[in-house]
Nanobody, 124 residues
Framework: QVQLVESGGGLVQAGGSLRLSCAAS????????VAWFRQPPGKEREFVAG????????YYADSAKGRSTISRDNAKRTVDLQMNSLKPEDTAVYYC?????????????????WGQGTQVTVNS
């Protein structure tokens, strides 16, 4: 069972950038498809970006396209989400999720493992 720990959240002004990182405990992390989700206050959790277990394929929600980049370093067992041009509506708790040996899905129910989340707050 893989444990995921997010870091990198914080308070930022609109237009600023943040880099979130998801660190995994499992030595077979390279076999996991990983995604970032977020949950704004009072709203449901939603897909932000995902990366295949090989790292060769990436996927983004429309809200993240052009502003975010997901990447992974399997040697370090990390998946990062670089977010630029942040907006107040990006304020949310951001979660890292993983599933083993499968395609990237935007559905929360598809993922078996979740981190505890990291808060991102964007001030206008």
């Amino acid at each position: 069972q893989v444990q995921l720990v997010e870091s990198g959240g914080g308070l930022v002004q609109a237009g600023g950038s943040l880099r979130l990182s998801c660190a995994a405990s499992d030595r077979t992390f390279s076999a996991y498809t990983v995604a970032w989700f977020r949950q704004p206050p009072g709203k449901e959790r939603e897909f932000v970006a995902g990366i295949s277990w090989t790292g060769s394929n990436t996927y983004y929600a429309d809200s993240a396209k052009g502003r975010s980049t997901i990447s992974r370093d399997n040697a370090k067992r990390t998946v990062d989400l670089q977010m630029n041009s942040l907006k107040p509506e990006d304020t949310a708790v951001y979660y890292c999720a993983a599933r083993k040996f499968s395609y990237t899905s935007s559905a929360t129910s598809s993922y078996d493992y979740w981190g505890q989340g990291t808060q991102v707050t964007v001030n206008s």
